[in-house]
């Protein structure tokens, strides 16, 4: 059982948001809208996903790494390793 299990239903409504966030953001270049205020609302989506894949990254290391930690051996240093990887990634977007 994935470590967002319980919260589930609000990661769901934060995406469903950054979806609408981005519809309006392609209206808005539909619309040939001025740069800066797309620049903006693109800015203030990244945000937003960032916010989701740093809630998930915390659900991650609560849940499967603490599991992975618990058990030892080979599975808590392939899951630190996919969390680690995780991380990087995240600082690289």
């Given at each position: 059982?994935?470590?967002y299990s319980?919260?589930?239903?609000d990661?769901?409504?934060?995406?469903r948001r950054i979806?609408g966030?981005?519809?309006?953001?392609?209206?808005?270049?539909?619309?040939?809208k001025?740069?800066?205020?797309?620049?903006?609302?693109?800015?203030a989506?990244?945000?937003?996903?960032?916010?989701?894949?740093?809630?998930?990254?915390?659900?991650?290391?609560?849940?499967c790494l603490v599991?992975?930690?618990?058990?030892g051996?080979?599975?808590q240093?392939?899951?630190?390793?996919?969390a680690s990887?995780?991380?990087?990634r995240?600082?690289?977007?």
């Amino acid at each position: 059982m994935p470590g967002y299990s319980d919260t589930k239903d609000d990661h769901l409504k934060r995406l469903r948001r950054i979806e609408g966030q981005v519809r309006g953001i392609a209206k808005m270049v539909e619309e040939d809208k001025y740069c800066i205020d797309i620049l903006t609302q693109v800015s203030a989506a990244t945000k937003a996903l960032q916010s989701v894949a740093l809630i998930l990254l915390d659900d991650h290391m609560g849940h499967c790494l603490v599991d992975a930690a618990r058990a030892g051996g080979a599975e808590q240093e392939a899951k630190l390793k996919e969390a680690s990887d995780a991380i990087a990634r995240l600082v690289r977007s």
